[in-house]
């Protein structure tokens, strides 16, 4: 099993910057990847970013540019940096971790927290 717990969501005005953490604890594989995803009202869940245990980035074509996925590994911790923000970042952004196994994902969530670009 594996925990993740978000932080740093909140209110920003357009053109401003949040930091988004997730700390994973609990039994970390050696090859992963940690993301971010969100779902606006209405909408479907969608990748935002993602990071493999290797150092592979990957963005969602509307973030890129604005948003910076890293993590630190002494702190099993991912972090997202938002910059630049518009209202249509506006969502609940919530944290994954994933690992293969035998061709089979696992996946595991954090709770979410909100992130609301509004003037």
């Known amino acids: 099993q594996v925990r993740l717990v978000e932080s740093g969501g909140g209110l920003v005005q357009p053109g401003g910057s949040l930091r988004l953490s997730c700390a994973a604890s609990g039994s970390i594989s050696s090859i992963y990847t940690m993301g971010w995803y969100r779902q606006a009202p209405g909408k479907q869940r969608e990748l935002v970013a993602t990071l493999t245990s290797s150092g592979i980035t990957n963005y969602a074509d509307s973030v890129k540019g604005r948003f910076t996925i890293s993590r630190d590994n002494g702190k099993n911790t991912v972090y997202l940096q938002m910059n630049s923000l518009k209202p249509d970042d506006t969502a609940v952004y919530y944290c994954?971790?994933?690992?293969?196994?035998?061709?089979?994902?696992?996946?595991?969530w954090g709770q979410g927290t909100q992130v609301t670009v509004s003037s």
């Open positions: 994954n971790y994933r690992f293969v196994v035998l061709m089979t994902p696992y996946d595991f």
